[in-house]
């Protein structure tokens, strides 16, 4: 079993920053992939970035260039970096990590762009 915690969600104006954290617990070496996903009220979940244990990113076109993800192994932590914030990006932010056999989800943690 694996546990992820997620935190850094808040609100934030038009053009801010935001760093989310996804803290892992448990089986965390069966991970192969960790990533973060998004749900806005009234849309589907949607993959903003991924990063595999190799090191290999992954990005939503809309967030490329604003949106960094990163790991640090040491402490089986997933960041995810977001400057220049738009309204369009508030939404609850999920963490995920990847087995070879299923996928483990965080509680989520509200992001709100707004002035």
């Known amino acids: 079993q694996v546990q992820l915690v997620e935190s850094g969600g808040g609100l934030v104006q038009p053009g801010g920053s935001l760093r989310l954290s996804c803290v892992a617990s448990?089986?965390?070496?069966?991970?192969?992939?960790m990533g973060w996903y998004r749900q806005a009220p009234g849309k589907e979940r949607e993959l903003v970035a991924t990063i595999t244990s190799g090191g290999s990113t992954n990005y939503l076109l809309s967030v490329k260039g604003r949106f960094t993800i990163s790991r640090d192994n040491a402490k089986n932590t997933v960041i995810l970096q977001m400057n220049s914030l738009k309204p369009e990006d508030t939404a609850v932010y999920y963490c995920?990590?990847?087995?070879?056999?299923?996928?483990?989800w965080g509680q989520g943690t509200q992001v709100t762009v707004s002035s």
């Open positions: 995920k990590g990847t087995s070879s056999s299923r996928g483990y």
């Open positions: 448990g089986s965390i070496g069966s991970l192969f992939a």
